[in-house]
């Protein structure tokens, strides 16, 4: 079974500064993807950045970069030069891929409200 | 403009009664997925669809059903079986069932 976990329930920062939000996920599959979405007020989610278990490189999108480190199961979504539309919750997510009764799930973290601040 | 239409945005539903939430893509993806979220949760898969015809339950399916007749649509029925309907849907699609899933702007269901 997969497990995603978000330790932080609230963030603040202020615009124009980075922040890291932390994600930890559990899977006994050696093949895996890690996956951060955004929820705003409205409700839908918005992906940003996704990283595979086997890229070497670390995923980088715009102003969005996951610092992926595999032997300690973190994939932590970096936000650089916060704005204030930034603020809303996100999300990260996983799918495994070997077991083919569970590549279609994505499983989620319960989410850190991040709140930008002038 | 592609994307992915829910409808309604907002529904109230009297206890006992059946309700189907709509969801339609036009992003030519093959497989579609609809999602439950409750407050400071994240989302729980109820059923998904690899292809048209073809759907599987996911982690919650108790009290719901759905039907894939055509690509383009995924509708949701929330049956009275449901204990606690009350909550947030979510559809999205992904070109397959291995890449990135792309969201609808949900549902808030409502029982009265």
Known sequence: ??????????????????????????????????????????????????????????????????????????????????????????FCAMRA???????????????????VTL | DGGITQSPKYLFRK???????????????????????DPGQGLRLIYYSQIVNDFQKGDIAEGYSVSREKKESFPLTVTSAQKNPTAFYLCASSITRYNEQFFGPGTRLTVL
């Open chain 1, 97 to 115: 891929y070997e077991n083919t009764g569970t590549a279609s799930k994505l499983t989620f973290g319960t989410g850190t409200r991040l709140q």
């Open chain 2, 15 to 37: 206890e006992g009664q059946n309700v189907t939430l709509s969801c339609e893509q036009n992003l030519n993806h093959d497989a579609m997925y609809w999602y439950r979220q």
């Open chain 1, 1 to 90: 079974a997969q497990k995603i976990t978000q330790t932080q329930p609230g963030m603040f920062v202020q615009e124009k500064e980075a922040v890291t939000l932390d994600c930890t996920y559990d899977t006994s599959d050696p093949s895996y993807g890690l996956f951060w979405y955004k929820q705003p007020s409205s409700g839908e989610m918005i992906f940003l950045i996704y990283q595979g278990s086997y890229d070497q490189q670390n995923a980088t999108e715009g102003r969005y970069s996951l610092n992926f480190q595999k032997a300690r199961k973190s994939a932590n979504l970096v936000i650089s030069a916060s704005q204030l539309g930034d603020s809303a919750m996100y």
